[in-house]
């Protein structure tokens, strides 16, 4: 099943916006990721100085 050269073109296209789509989904998540696990350290290094900060006060 050979596809005429009209019609491999716009299927070709059609494929390639979808994988630049599915990139960009997946920059996005992988962005979200990053933010979440700074949050996430910068709450445990808070929280980490808070405690040595109160043994250092016994």
Do not use: C, F, Y
């Not at 789509?21 to 100085?49: F, G, H, P, T, Y």
């Amino acid at each position: 099943m050979h596809l005429r050269q009209s019609q491999a073109l716009p299927r070709t296209e059609a494929q390639l916006a979808r994988e630049g789509e599915k990139e960009r989904i997946a920059q996005m998540a992988w962005s979200e990721l990053a933010d979440a696990n700074q949050v996430q350290d910068e709450k445990i290094d808070r929280l980490k100085a808070l405690r040595l900060a109160r043994q250092a006060g016994r």
